[in-house]
């Protein structure tokens, strides 16, 4: 048992170095090797062989063995890279420590639950005699699944880190986003470490089986047909990569050119807030806005909450902000928490975005959609109103309904807030509506100096390939930058940093679609097809086997 957890262990801080700020991208895909071993040692306890013999397939101890296995790999994972949770609640939200730690274990355990219910599915496959390609294919499936579980939970959804986007620096290999979403690259990561493992296994276990060369032959044959298919499907992943860099890149030359400016105020998340500050935060941004304007910039892009007072009535500065784009002639794009009456009457706060024309004019608004629970918003509050005391210091935001682009000089543009940026269908859908390019202004100050500035940004590149569209990111203490549509990173800040960047994007063409834009998740639906229909096939077996 020791052994085993080691190896569970291990394969979770492996996974935790594939992810930024690390970024060994390669552990991801060898990163699953340990605990796949650590399954195997738990299911065939002495034999060592990896198939359960005898007859009838029931629920084991070694199934329940592989749930808890997998329970303690996720927990490991997780605690390396949503630590930060911690940091923002306790520094930024008001929460106190052991609330936040409380919270932050509950988040961890959540999510390790999806590892445990794979460790428990891969522990069931590895159990039988199958071919080895249904077991390549299924476990692959089975991640998946959870994965889109993960993401699209009612209220609970939270799909940081999955994955797929250990790879955001491998151009070639997630350009099959545009087809499968970034669950398509998760699945080819689970596929060969899963591949690896009976590899390995499978040499080590013939040769201490039977020393006879012919024997070994006959017996490797299935992996060697299983490593033709995957090959076969990494090297045909890898040349519609590459094709699409280069078509996308030739297409786009045709697009519209638009000059942009980013301006990252580096403003301390502390002070922010503060009343007296305020002028200071205005004077900063408007150095910044002058610095990018005399780049001659078309359009000019603050972070989240940019401005902390509410624009639509503060008579003070409000005024000078709305000035802005006319000294700069262009428009002005920012973050800015905003009011109004809900159909109740009731009057509802919003984490909102406002584009201000170069007249000084407002001429589009998005209210943030997704909202991050105890951050804006405590969830079940309704129902278990001791949580709102536990939480004091978290806000207390409705959620936007109208998932409309923004309009600019005839073009439009989506925008995401905060970590929308994680969530496929939001970009997806802006694209639907028309949008040529995608904005995403975040605050990530909350974050401090942990992992996640980094794992947010990386996240973001997924968005643009998966729509194969321009991504504009300003966030308040980085990491801000432009993300092309096969995921090269045109511009990028450091954070904690104060900046004006400018450069050049490029605008859609409206009738331009990705399969993944027009058709969304079907390759994910597709796999949690697969994994049903693979456990019925494995419940007719057991029924068969018992009679």
């Not at 620096?169 to 979403?181: E, H």
């Not at 899963?194 to 089986?209: D, R, V």
Request: glycine fraction near 10%.
């Amino acid at each position: 048992m020791t052994r085993t957890i080691f190896l569970s262990i291990l394969s979770g801080a492996m996974l935790i170095a594939a992810f930024p700020p690390i970024d060994i991208g390669f552990f991801a895909w060898v990163g699953m090797v340990p605990f796949f071993f650590a399954l195997s040692d738990t299911a065939v306890g002495s034999q060592g062989a990896g198939v359960r013999k005898g007859a009838g397939i029931s629920l084991p101890k070694f199934c329940k063995r592989g749930f808890l296995l997998g329970l303690l790999w996720g927990i490991i994972f997780f605690l390396g890279t949503v630590y930060w949770v911690v940091n923002s609640m306790v520094n930024y939200g008001g929460v106190p420590f052991f609330t936040s730690i409380l919270v932050l274990l509950l988040l961890v355990l959540y999510l390790a639950l999806f590892f445990a219910a794979f460790g428990f599915g891969t522990s069931i496959v590895l159990s039988i005699k199958t071919n080895l390609l249904l077991k390549v294919l299924f476990t692959s499936s089975l991640w998946v699944g959870l994965e889109y579980i993960r993401t699209n939970m009612i209220t609970i959804g939270f799909p940081w880190v999955l994955l797929g986007y250990s790879q955001s620096s491998l151009l070639p290999i997630i350009q099959i986003t545009d087809i499968t979403g970034v669950y398509g690259v998760s699945f080819l990561i689970v596929m060969v470490n899963m591949f690896i493992f009976l590899a390995i296994q499978a040499k080590s276990s013939k040769l201490k089986e039977d020393k006879e060369l012919s024997t070994v032959s006959f017996q490797l044959s299935p992996f060697l047909k299983s490593g033709f298919v995957v090959s076969f499907i990494l090297i045909i992943v890898l040349i519609y990569g590459f094709f699409r860099i280069y078509e996308t890149d030739k297409i786009s030359q045709n697009w519209k050119t638009l000059k942009i400016g980013i301006a990252q105020g580096n403003i301390d998340q502390g002070r922010k807030w503060d009343i007296s500050f305020k002028k200071e935060t205005v004077d900063i941004y408007k150095n910044l806005n002058m610095a990018l304007a005399k780049q001659g910039v078309r359009l000019i892009i603050w972070p989240e909450t940019a401005i902390p007072f509410y624009l639509q009535s503060d008579k003070e500065l409000g005024p000078e902000v709305f000035n802005l784009p006319r000294e700069a002639n262009a428009y002005l794009f920012t973050g800015n928490d905003a009011y109004g009456l809900g159909f109740d009457g009731e009057v509802k706060y919003y984490n909102s975005a406002f584009l201000i024309s170069p007249k000084g004019e407002l001429v589009g608004k998005y209210d943030k959609i997704h909202l991050v629970p105890f951050g804006e918003y405590v969830p079940l509050k309704n129902y278990l109103p001791f949580i709102h005391k536990l939480v004091v210091g978290v806000g207390d935001f409705s959620s936007g309904k109208w998932l409309k682009p923004l309009e600019l000089d005839g073009d439009s543009f989506g925008v995401l807030i905060c970590f929308e940026s994680i969530f496929p269908e939001l970009a997806r859908g802006f694209i639907n509506e028309g949008a040529g390019f995608l904005v995403n202004i975040t605050n990530d100050a909350w974050f401090g100096r942990t992992s996640a500035p980094y794992q947010h940004f990386s996240q973001a590149v997924f968005r643009a390939v998966e729509n194969k569209v321009f991504l504009i990111r300003a966030a308040n203490t980085g990491v801000s930058g432009v993300i092309d549509p096969v995921g090269r990173i045109i511009l990028k800040s450091d954070i904690f940093t104060r900046e004006a960047m400018a450069g050049y994007i490029k605008i859609k063409d409206i009738n331009q679609f990705t399969f993944y834009s027009r058709y969304g998740d079907i390759f994910a639906i597709g796999c949690m097809i697969i994994v049903a229909g693979y456990g019925l096939w494995v419940l007719g077996l057991n029924r068969s086997k018992n009679k």
